[in-house]
């Protein structure tokens, strides 16, 4: 079976392109990492994971999940409380929608935090990353199972 995955801005495109849903940006970047919940734990594709997993997010646009409802017949496979929808499908597995980044590594969110911060944007620090939300510590890797059984890792 052919497959296309869609990451995170591709994710936007193509939710504009292929069902109609216009950029919804949000008020403020959703910078950090989220606790995840798995709502389809027997699908094909989320086979082996976690009934609550962590995910890295770093984006200014939203993907609600009520609207991914009421505009496409994509399955939400998993979603967070924070972030909303995060790992969709076409029914037949053809299309796949991430909205997060399984495939960060450890510092690639302190990273951007720094060049945000260099740059004079005023970031926020990035939710549930930095040990003691100290920006000088480095960050520990905590979706690092979840990267892997996605294959992003």
Not at 114 to 123: S, V, W
Request: charged share 20%; net charge neutral.
């Amino acid at each position: 079976m052919t497959s296309t995955l869609f990451i995170c801005w591709a994710v936007q495109a193509a939710l504009n392109i292929l069902y109609g849903i216009p950029k919804m940006t949000r008020k403020q970047k959703l910078s950090g990492v989220y606790q995840h919940h798995t709502l389809k734990s027997h699908a094909l594709l989320t086979r082996g994971f976690d009934e609550t997993f962590l995910a890295p997010h770093s984006r200014n646009e939203d993907f609600l999940t009520r609207v991914i409802h009421q505009h496409t017949d994509l399955e939400i496979l998993a979603k967070s409380d924070e972030a909303e929808a995060y790992f969709l499908s076409a029914r037949i597995n053809r299309l796949v929608f991430v909205t997060g980044h399984q495939e960060y590594g450890e510092l690639t969110l302190a990273n951007e935090y720094h060049r945000d911060l260099r740059n004079g944007l005023n970031p926020i620090l990035p939710v549930n990353y930095f040990p003691q939300n100290n920006f000088d510590l480095i960050p520990c890797i905590s979706w690092r199972s979840h990267g892997h059984l996605f294959g992003l890792l």
